[in-house]
């Protein structure tokens, strides 16, 4: 909802955008052409100097009219005319002498004018590609600006979502909790009505639990270094412990734990545990009762320990295999238990396996069809 | 006997609700999504709904949504975590009749309950004293 009241100041940022993209791009134009006419006008006046200069030497030194040679003409020793036989002017370097020499007149020497024009056409050139170079470092200072801008929105976005949800995550099991709490005091239910409500209850009380915990890890990722110091261990037998404590949270479905060959990783206790209740309580969340796990370790010399995590819940589509691990995602907003949860669990259980110097991947054949996590961890030959 | 349609995701909390709504003498219809509530409310038959904001698929909102626009008039109590007075407001605005948040004493939810109906009761049935010579 509060996305609706967003939209016209989302739509008020990409006008603004496009004002700065098409002001800037004007003020380059009326640049390029301002800069274009002054390197005309600078053009104009060299060719008026010229041409003002000829005839000044043209009326000093013209005044003997007495056919000269070529070579011994008055200007010849001007490196930018000459003097040349031609019945009329027809551009303006022909600068036509007095009326009493007027088979001859001065001409500028073609090498000075191509070098005139060959200095016009550069500083036109220049400022054309100037300008080319200006507007795209414009527009990508601009695209880079309102990428940043849309990120920090999608960030600030993202973390609103994110401090929803972990409110939803705190308050929910409080309510239930509190519920059961307030009808014991008021009644008595049997015991067979109870028990399930206490499963239900015990699960709140994992949620929340395990809500701390992420909480609590993701804060230790920042200030300390878990994870970045893993350790020779058996993670067979820890995962064997890891199933025997959480039975409580086990008694919903049926785990089954295989271990092939060595079982010996480079891993980090804490950070493991995490992983795996992160596993989980993912199989919890998107369930498929019977709910079934299998744990599978297998290691082979020479290559990564493997631990696949499967579960025979509701998976998700192949194609978001990655996506699942953004922080604050859930799998899939349409799928029972989506509405629970912060969509840290995932992120943060990929970011240890990497400190760890493993990592963590996911793969689906599809919606319906179970999910399947595959946890690799350096063997101590590979550390 | 009054008919209850509570819409929650969360089991131990839809559990505990329909459980003391129940002995409070209501007949509660209890699902854990909206798409259930707008086929059901639609065709009829319940005297009010409790509604979770964030469910699964269809959200709280978008389900009243849905549900106002197929001319479904039963009173609706939305019940959510989030309790920021714009959210308040939109839910209001979409047509629901009243708002808790959560966690919320059971004691008010029943109470509130017991309120909207009596107040929709009241609407349905205007007091035929009135007026009469």
Redesign the interface.
Known sequence: ??RG?SLPRLAGYHVLFGLAILCLSALVAWWSIFIENAIEQQHRDKVENLLAGMNAMALQKGHDRAYLPREQSPLADDARLEVLACTRATNPYHVSLDPFWPTWCLQARDAYLAELEGSFNRRIVMVAGESAVLIVVILVTVFMLYRMISTERRHARELGEFF?RV??E???????????L??LKA?ELEREQLLP?LD??L??VERQEMLAENILVGRRMVTTDLGREPSVMDVGRFVDGFLTAHQGLLGRMDAHLEVEGPGLALADPDGLRVILENLMDNALKYAVLPCRIRIAVSGTPGAPLRLTFSDNGQGFAPDKAEAIFDAYRRLN????????GTGMGLYLSRRLARRMGGDLTAHSEGPGRGASFTLTLKTPEEG | MPRILLIE?????R???A??LR?QGFEVDAF??AEAMVDKAANGGYDLILLDI????ISG?EGLKRLRRQGVTTPVIMLT??KDV??KI?VLNLGADDYLA??????ELTARVRALLRRSQAVAAPDTKEGQP
């Open positions: 909802m509060s009241r929803s409110t939803h705190l308050k929910t099991p409080i309510t239930g909790i509190k519920a059961l307030q009808t009644q409500i239900l209850a699960r709140q907003e349409e799928l029972p238990g989506s509405s629970h | 995701d969360e089991e131990l909390i559990t505990m609700v459980l003391n002995r854990d999504r964030m469910l699964p698929g909102p975590a989030v714009s959210t939109d959560k966690p919320f004493d059971l004691g």
